[in-house]
């Protein structure tokens, strides 16, 4: 009967089919049910007494380390007890002629081996997800310590870390730091945060999974692997996840090459997540490292920055809609090189109206645009970013 119901379940189910170990403890775990459930029918064992066996837990414990839905488990005791009743009744017909004893002591033993599977299942259950649970947890903490090591510069050896975590170091890699500005007092911001992040990854078609290594409720480090391809092509505005729409915002580092690439862009990732905060709750969803790296290096006192930046912009440091436009045209203006014709082509503006935006400009610095230019385009960009943090308040 062992040998039966053993070869019913793995052909039935093909999730089952695991390595010849697993399968040899799912053998085990079929003996002894076989065998206990039939020490209940001879013996008329109360199943009050009655305990999974060990081999039956033990499978369930090595299912949940392997991933395996505890749906195909709980499916091997359904077809497992149904052969099982299958088989009493043909013995009983071949015991005796008298239908009315058959069909009563057929009713007998089903009654007998549904309690049966039901306690012991419950007890499997709570096995299962005991173990999934501390599957979990310490793989989680192995895959933290490998990371960890390799942020710090540890001698580690890359081909174990990479089966560990499932991710290969030998590419490029763009760090990343996300995190939920208003935590959601029901929980479940780190699964909010964890499909943010792999929203992220297929929008800028990495090659693979990335790495999400929660460092609290709602903050986490992320690593996107991008293969071959030496440049992040961050989404367009209007393709971003739709957590964003939740809160859910992202510093990312520039793009790294193998473990030293690794540790640098997690590093300026955690430069570019500085300046975000900075920015407080109005800042962007995406702030990149490339954008506002020299932001980040001298983003040590946000009270110093604002200071500097009123200092350095005069007038212009103004947080009201005349003195963002005036901002928005010689930021762009400088970046052309003083030229009237290309600032006005990129603005989609007359030329005269650029002219006059700059002369505003220039009477608010104080000065001309071309003088103090390198403080004057560090504090524009300081604006830009960092907003209302850095900026005079209307009036």
């Given at each position: 009967?062992?040998?039966?119901?053993?070869?019913?379940?793995?052909r039935?189910?093909?999730?089952?089919?695991t390595?010849?170990?697993?399968?040899?403890?799912?053998?085990?775990?079929?003996?002894?049910?076989?065998?206990?459930?039939?020490?209940?029918?001879?013996?008329?064992?109360?199943?009050?007494?009655v305990?999974?066996?060990?081999?039956?837990?033990e499978?369930?414990?090595?299912?949940?380390?392997?991933?395996?839905?505890?749906?195909?488990?709980?499916?091997?005791?359904?077809?497992?007890s149904?052969?099982?009743?299958?088989?009493?009744?043909e013995?009983?017909?071949?015991?005796?002629?008298?239908?009315?004893?058959?069909?009563?002591?057929?009713?007998?033993?089903a009654d007998?081996?549904?309690?049966?599977?039901?306690?012991?299942?419950?007890?499997?259950?709570s096995?299962?997800?005991?173990?999934?649970?501390?599957?979990?947890?310490?793989?989680?903490?192995?895959?933290?310590a490998?990371?960890?090591?390799?942020?710090?510069?540890?001698?580690?050896?890359?081909?174990?870390a990479?089966?560990?975590?499932?991710?290969?170091?030998?590419?490029?890699?763009?760090?990343?730091?996300?995190?939920?500005?208003?935590?959601?007092?029901?929980?479940?911001?780190?699964?909010?945060l964890e499909?943010?992040?792999?929203?992220?990854?297929?929008?800028?078609?990495?090659?693979g999974?990335?790495?999400?290594?929660?460092?609290?409720?709602?903050?986490?480090?992320?690593?996107?692997?991008?293969?071959?391809?030496?440049?992040?092509?961050?989404?367009a505005?209007?393709?971003?996840?739709?957590?964003?729409?939740?809160g859910?915002?992202?510093?990312?580092?520039?793009?790294?090459?193998?473990?030293?690439?690794?540790r640098?862009?997690?590093?300026?990732?955690?430069?570019?997540?500085?300046?975000?905060?900075?920015?407080?709750?109005?800042?962007?969803?995406?702030?990149?490292?490339?954008?506002?790296?020299?932001?980040?290096?001298?983003?040590?006192?946000?009270?110093l920055?604002?200071?500097?930046?009123i200092?350095?912009l005069?007038?212009?440091?103004?947080?009201?809609?005349?003195?963002?436009?005036?901002?928005d045209?010689?930021?762009?203006?400088?970046?052309?090189?003083?030229?009237?014709?290309?600032t006005?082509e990129?603005?989609?503006?007359?030329?005269?109206?650029?002219?006059?935006?700059?002369?505003?400009?220039e009477?608010?610095?104080?000065?001309?645009?071309?003088?103090?230019r390198?403080?004057v385009?560090?504090?524009?960009?300081?604006?830009?970013?960092?907003?209302a943090?850095?900026?005079?308040?209307p009036?």
């Open positions: 009967m062992t040998a039966e119901i053993y070869g019913l379940i793995v039935e189910i093909p999730q089952l089919r390595d010849q170990r697993v399968l040899t403890l799912l053998e085990a775990s079929v003996r002894e049910n076989v065998a206990s459930m039939l020490h209940v029918l001879q013996h008329n064992i109360d199943l009050e007494n305990r999974a066996p060990a081999a039956a837990e499978y369930a414990r090595r299912l949940a380390q392997r991933g395996v839905p505890i749906a195909a488990l709980l499916r091997a005791y359904r077809i497992g149904t052969r099982f009743q299958d088989r009493c009744l013995e009983l017909g071949r015991s005796t002629g008298d239908a009315a004893l058959v069909s009563a002591a057929g009713l007998t033993i007998i081996t549904a309690g049966y599977i039901d306690r012991v299942a419950e007890e499997l259950v096995a299962y997800e005991g173990e999934k649970e501390n599957w979990l947890r310490n793989l989680s903490a192995a895959r933290a490998r990371v960890r090591a390799l942020l710090r510069g540890d001698r580690v050896d890359v081909d174990s990479e089966a560990v975590l499932g991710y290969r170091f030998r590419q490029h890699h763009a760090g990343l730091v996300c995190w939920i500005g208003e935590a959601d007092i029901g929980g479940g911001d780190l699964a909010r499909r943010a992040t792999t929203e992220l990854a297929r929008a800028a078609g990495c090659a999974r990335p790495i999400f290594l929660p460092q609290d409720e709602s903050y986490a480090w992320a690593w996107l692997p991008l293969g071959a391809e030496p440049a992040l092509a961050l989404p505005a209007d393709s971003l996840p739709a957590e964003a729409e939740a859910v915002r992202f510093a990312v580092g520039a793009v790294g090459s193998g473990v030293p690439g690794f640098r862009t997690h590093q300026q990732a955690l430069a570019a997540y500085a300046v975000a905060l900075a920015a407080g709750p109005a800042g962007r969803f995406l702030t990149s490292f490339t954008e506002v790296a020299p932001l980040a290096l001298m983003s040590g006192s946000i009270d920055a604002r200071v500097w930046v200092e350095t005069g007038g212009l440091a103004s947080d009201d809609g005349h003195g963002a436009t005036l901002r045209t010689l930021r762009v203006f400088l970046h052309e090189n003083g030229s009237f014709k290309a006005a990129r603005l989609v503006l007359h030329k005269n109206t650029v002219q006059y935006r700059i002369r505003k400009a009477e608010s610095l104080g000065h001309p645009v071309g003088e103090n390198l403080n385009e560090l504090a524009l960009l300081a604006s830009q970013w960092l907003g943090a850095v900026l005079r308040p009036g």
